[in-house]
């Protein structure tokens, strides 16, 4: 039996494991790195990567250096210039400046760092490899920070073994690289990802701009802007108007002091805001940058999770919902409750001269969107389901009203492959059921504009429109797919699609499964890509609007299983192609529950609701008590 020694641990080996605290992956040293060239007060910062980050990272800053005789001092571990007195400590710590990072960095990778103060004539070249130093010299060099990090976790396999694959690791990047960049809007961003340029901002403080980049021109199409003080907070920023609805919280992005967070508070303060401008389940499309005072945002529990506390809650809460509902209002999407497509003349200009005019947003440098009075007043959106009569088929319907009448996909989607002009496209045209079935069914009628009464065979049914409508399109696409008929619709011209970095690699990686369903999509340079064809039910709907809807499902985590992936693309799909008609005439709805019945499992959407239920004679017969 050995005895238990008690030992002193190696500076190394407490380096090592602090490091296990602060760089849990490349994108952890990207962001402690970036973090430190933006505190250093840099105007421009480039990063660049290789291999996911796993063997390259170099963050290159022209901010203000460290002078030569403090360059060993950075790497000491809690050595930080940003923290002087303990009772700064609770304030600061708030943002994460622990002096941890370049020695936690430096301890489980081979780091070189080039560093020059603007008024000293030469930089300093230094040397670390997990944590013991290898070189220190003079050496000239612009001002600024040059850090390189080769080969993370080198010396320390077990961390290494949880590292993903090289473009997983990479995509973490990007993400964080994103929220900086959104962060900092007056800091030019440079990103490289393999040599490849990944995204550039130009550090002008147009948000605009930046949300362009990163998100893609179809979303800085659509965005109002948030200006909003109270006591407590200084709120602005951008939001995204209702029609860019997302499926997930994804894309709500807030800023407090500076910093990219998460907060079940403020996603629940934008949620409600939004209350009323988006249909259930839907998630808007957010960029808030809050000023606090620091003494109200309570210290973060964990500085790599960005969970914050609030003191104030409340009023807090009420000033993140009030500053999103003003925008929302302000902008007028809908001066009229009618669901008319033309607003009368008068009514334009009343609704123009409502509009304030808006001070110039001082932190971002954004002009306000009411700024330009003879702007034209948008075709009028609906927030809520369309439920203007629209008859089928979709292809000669009028838009329904999910987007711009310039944008309306009706006018460019032309079929290709076997001749169907759109007689045969209508949905409920194609006789499937005998003549024997169809007549055992009995329409009763429609309740709530939702559900169809039918008798059939000794039974009231209830069916849910919309999902059976869904469901009948999911086993046709199925059907295709299985036997390998996939019908698609030419789009022309082709739609372009400006994703994230993140949703331009998901594509990417599902870009087979997306075909084999009847899409015709290809990489069109950089983060973009070009929708040729979908399927031939998607008629009548926007193809940008279904590609992203659909890259948000994928981008939830769940079962990766290639039938999974295929079946979300399948049913996004046809829940997009049921949105564009809403309402059914009897006709039509007689057609849909013929199909409907003849289905192996006709009692579930594929997104697992109920599309009918079902009561039996009996059972009725039994609540008249005519039967015990
Ligand atoms: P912290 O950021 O918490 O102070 P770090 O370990 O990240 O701790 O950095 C230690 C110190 O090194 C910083 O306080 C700062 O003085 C200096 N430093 C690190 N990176 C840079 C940089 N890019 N430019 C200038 N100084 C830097
Ligand atoms: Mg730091």
């Known amino acids: 039996m050995s005895l238990r ?61 460290i002078p030569t005789d403090q360059v060993r001092l950075a790497f000491l571990r809690h050595a930080t210039s940003k923290l002087r007195a303990v009772e700064d400590l609770s304030l600061i710590a708030t943002l994460g ?87 900092h809007p007056e800091i030019s961003f440079k990103y490289l990802q393999n040599g490849q340029s990944k995204l550039f901002t130009s550090g002008n403080g147009q948000m605009k701009e930046i949300v362009y980049q990163i998100f893609g021109r179809d979303m800085a199409r659509e965005l109002v802007s948030v200006d909003y003080e109270t006591e407590l907070v200084h709120i602005t920023g951008l939001i995204g108007k209702p029609t860019i609805a997302r499926a997930n919280r994804n894309f709500e992005n807030y800023f407090v002091n500076g910093r990219y967070v998460k907060s079940k508070l403020m996603a629940k303060a934008i949620e409600d805001g939004y209350h009323g401008f988006l249909m259930q389940h839907k998630f808007p499309f957010t960029l808030l940058y809050l000023e606090i005072d620091s003494t109200q945002v309570d210290v973060n529990v964990h500085p790599t999770k960005m969970e914050l506390r609030f003191s104030h809650q409340d009023d ?59 702007h034209p007043l948008p075709a009028p959106e609906p927030f809520e389901y369309n439920r203007r009569a629209i008859h089928l088929p979709a292809s000669v319907a009028e838009p329904s009203g999910l987007y711009k009448p310039d944008q309306r996909p009706t006018d460019r989607v032309s079929v290709e492959k076997k001749q169907v002009n759109s007689e045969q496209i209508n949905l409920f045209n194609t006789p499937i059921l005998s003549p024997a079935a169809r007549d055992s069914i009995r329409m009763i009628g429609q309740v709530f504009d939702t559900y169809w009464l039918m008798e059939y065979k000794n039974a009231l049914y209830m069916v849910d429109q919309h999902a059976a409508h869904e469901k009948v399109l999911y086993e046709r696409l199925m059907k295709r797919y299985r036997k390998q008929e996939i019908l698609s619709q030419m789009v022309a011209p082709p739609a372009v699609l400006n994703l994230s970095s993140k949703d331009a690699s998901i594509m990417e990686t599902h870009l087979k499964t997306f075909s084999e369903i009847g899409y015709e999509i290809e990489p069109f340079g950089g983060n973009s890509f070009q929708i040729r064809a979908v399927p031939l039910e998607l008629f009548g709907q926007s193809p940008e609007q279904l590609v992203h809807e659909t890259l948000d499902t994928l981008s939830e985590p769940g079962d990766n299983s290639p039938e999974a992936i295929l079946d979300k693309i399948a049913s996004m799909a046809c829940k997009a192609a049921v949105k564009g008609n809403q309402t059914l005439s009897f006709k039509e709805a007689e057609k849909l529950m013929d199909e409907l019945i003849t289905l192996e499992n006709p009692y579930n959407c594929p997104h697992g609701r109920p599309t009918m239920i079902r009561m039996s004679r009996a059972e009725i017969d039994r609540k008249f008590k005519r039967l015990i």
């Open 5 to 65: 020694s008690i030992e002193v641990l190696s500076k190394e080996t407490i380096d090592k494991i602090a490091a296990g605290e602060v760089v849990e992956r490349p994108a952890s040293v990207v962001k402690e790195l970036t973090e430190n060239a933006i505190d250093a007060g840099s105007t421009a910062i480039t990063i660049e990567i290789r291999d996911g980050g796993t063997t390259f990272i170099r963050i290159t800053d022209n901010g203000e250096g």
């Open 97 to 183: 400046f622990r002096g941890e990072a370049l020695s936690s960095i430096a301890a489980v990778s081979q780091l070189e760092m080039i560093t020059k103060t603007p008024d000293a004539l030469t930089g300093t070249r230094y040397v670390i490899e997990g944590g013991s130093e290898k070189e220190l010299e003079e050496i000239g060099a612009p001002s600024g920070t040059t850090i390189l990090v080769r080969n993370l976790f080198y010396n320390t396999p077990a961390r290494a073994k949880f590292l993903r694959t090289p473009a997983s690791e990479a995509n973490h990047v990007a993400q964080i690289v994103e929220e900086l960049a959104l962060s």
């Open 316 to 374: 807090l809460y009420h000033a993140v919902c009030l500053a999103i509902q003003n925008s929302l209002i302000r902008k007028e999407r809908i001066p009229d409750v009618s669901l008319t497509s033309n607003v009368p003349s008068d009514k334009v200009s009343d609704v123009v001269s409502k509009k304030k005019s808006f001070d110039l947003n001082k932190q971002t440098g954004i002009r306000s969107d009411s700024e330009q009075p003879s």
